[in-house]
């Protein structure tokens, strides 16, 4: 499935379903948020992790607190990781200040707050963030047990922004990190672009002082109607030079850091990329400026947690897993293969196989060699990222001064944001079947839908891809010139859709093989031409998302035409592959 050849009319309006429960009402076209796609596949940390610091009084503390009513000063907390959930613009700030956010790993829109008191981080407040391009200040409400999150994703790097009118003078921490303190005394935090009118968006907006590659994107607000059209959004940078000069705040105002070039996209007037040098820690800002207006957008430098970062060449690459991977202790998605004799690092990523993310850096901090990922080429401009899940394999060296004996322990983190990705023991995990892509945690069922699938399709002749189901589906997709372009799904007959739950209208039907297939539409926001059929006990559904209805209608009769026993039920499919099954 790619981006560009999504209908843009079907995808604005899943677009204004997923804000609905988050965002503040607002009508908007959907060219300009297409653009903005990440081209990242991040697996989803749990929100907001609880910790608590006990302070000890002595009794004679609490005596003396009994005589003397006069209060005391407080006692700061702690300072926590520089590696929590997110990361915060300033360290202190003036009551009333807005004060922005940064995820260090995939969160949603909403985060809690803590405050110290009394020797313990007490949950708060929910935060109501605003990400930039919502153009707003996100504001503070009351904590409450079970609060969840909304639907929307927000991903490292992303700029989330809060005011803290109304909270009190003391010390606060967001999620398990973003420490900071309110007091009067603060310095005046560096400025930041304007909710009200046209600015930058800078992606990532959190950078390590070695510098690295930004998405730079007008934001503006809306009409008076909650009107935001791809034609705004171009005339705020229409007639600029294709240049930003780079400003930092020295405390009291902002002063030059120098000039930057920025590239385009064929095919789009909006994005544009900047590969940023080596900047001291600090805030920064981008800035654009033309014959009559000019606009800003805000990013930070931080210094790295530990090691020195180091750029690495990849040996060699292949396609698919290495051997001993994946398996029993080691993640399914994203991990490492240590070879001590050939000195060498095999690193597996899974995603988007037209959108890579390789390994490009590495540093080591207390013998764990840390191998950061990265974007890999970007794909042609007419295609965009597939939504496959496809393995991928690269060979790096392990790096100078690491002993092979004992195995090094390896950890993978996001290069923009410093998000742990996965870490990888030394143990070797056994060699899995040959193309039996089951995942350890599903369910017999699933994996023989899914093993079932694998020989239908593959009997048709067709190229798969697949994603991971943990619901009763098999799921896989059909590659159709080199993109996953028709989903395909088996579930029990009788139930629902847990994957694509969409309404399918009947135009034709024929007897192909053992079965009758059904040749329609899938209506809905991600549906398409296609088929389906019940065989036995289970139903198939092949959807086309991009692709003429005939590729699609071809696509299912394939599939059907290989059908030669239909199982009875899912448990006879169990059976059936029990022999092969991953354990």
């Known amino acids: 499935m790619t981006t560009p050849a999504m209908n843009e009319d079907r995808y604005a309006d899943t677009l204004r379903a997923r804000f609905a429960a988050a965002a503040p009402p607002i009508t908007t076209e959907p060219t300009p948020i297409i653009a903005r796609a990440r081209r990242r596949r991040r697996q989803v940390r749990t929100w907001g992790a609880l910790t608590a610091v006990v302070a000890l009084v002595g009794a004679a503390g609490i005596a003396n607190a009994l005589v003397n009513r006069d209060p005391s000063p407080p006692v700061a907390p702690p300072t926590v990781a520089a590696d929590g959930d997110f990361w915060v613009s300033a360290a202190q700030v003036r009551p009333g200040d807005d004060l922005v956010v940064i995820p260090l790993t995939s969160t949603g829109p909403v985060g809690e707050l803590f405050r110290w008191d009394d020797g313990v981080w007490d949950a708060y407040r929910l935060i109501r963030f605003c990400p930039d391009h919502w153009g707003c200040s996100g504001s503070l409400e009351p904590y409450a047990e079970n609060w969840g999150g909304a639907d929307l994703l927000v991903l490292p790097g992303e ?9 009190d003078a003391g010390w606060y921490r ?9 007091t009067a005394d603060a310095a005046q935090p560096a400025p930041l672009s304007p909710v009200d009118a046209p600015a930058l968006s800078v992606y990532p907006a959190l950078l390590p002082v070695s510098g690295g590659e930004v998405q730079v994107f007008p934001l503006a607000p809306s009409d008076e109607n909650g009107m935001l059209t791809h034609e705004d959004l171009a005339a705020i940078t229409a007639g600029m030079p294709e240049s930003a000069a780079i400003e930092r705040w020295d405390g009291s105002a902002w002063a030059s850091a120098g000039e930057v070039e920025l590239r385009g996209v064929e095919g789009d007037d909006l994005v544009r990329y900047a590969e ?6 600090g805030a920064y800002r981008l800035v654009r400026s033309g014959p009559a207006s000019r606009v800003t957008g805000n990013f930070w430098v931080r210094e790295e947690p530990e090691g020195t970062l180091e750029e690495v060449a990849v040996l060699d690459s292949y396609d698919g897993y290495p051997d001993a991977a994946p398996g029993a202790g080691v993640d399914y998605y994203f991990g490492a ?20 993310t390789p390994p490009t850096a590495v540093t080591v901090r207390d013998g764990t060699v840390v191998v950061h990922l990265g974007d890999g080429e970007p794909p042609e401009p007419d295609r965009g990222c597939t939504d496959d899940l496809a393995p991928h394999t690269y060979v790096i060296a392990i790096p100078d001064g690491v002993a092979a004996d004992p195995t090094p322990p390896v950890e993978l983190r996001w290069r923009d944001s410093g998000e742990v990705v996965a870490g990888q023991v030394p143990d070797v995990a056994p060699v899995p079947d040959d193309d039996v892509f089951c995942m350890a945690d ?26 991971d189901s943990q619901s009763f589906n098999g799921a896989r997709a059909i590659v159709v010139d080199g993109v996953a372009d028709i989903w395909v799904e088996a ?10 739950p969409l309404e399918f209208e009947r135009e034709t039907s024929a ?38 209805a005939e590729t699609a209608i071809e696509a299912v009769d394939a599939v059907a035409a290989q059908v030669d026993t239909c199982p009875a039920d899912i448990e006879e499919l169990v059976t059936r592959y029990a022999d092969v099954m991953n354990p």
């Open 276 to 281: 940023l040098p080596s900047l001291d820690p």
């Open 174 to 182: 967001v999620g398990d990190g973003g420490q900071f303190q309110i």
């Open 511 to 548: 007897r192909v093989g053992v079965v009758e297939v059904e040749h329609g539409t899938f209506e809905g926001a991600s549906g398409g031409p296609g088929g389906q059929f019940t065989c036995g006990g289970v139903w198939v559904r092949l959807i086309g998302s991009a692709v003429p």
């Open 337 to 356: 293969v240590v070879r001590p004799e050939a000195g060498t690092i095999e690193v597996y990523t899974t995603g988007s196989s037209s959108c890579p």
């Open 442 to 467: 599903q369910t017999d069922e699933v994996c023989a839908l899914n093993l079932w699938l694998d020989e239908l399709l593959v009997g048709a002749g067709f190229e798969t891809s697949f994603w």
């Open 491 to 500: 579930f029990p007959a009788g139930a629902t859709s847990e994957v694509f």
């Open 159 to 167: 700029t989330l922004r809060f005011s803290t009118e109304g909270l």
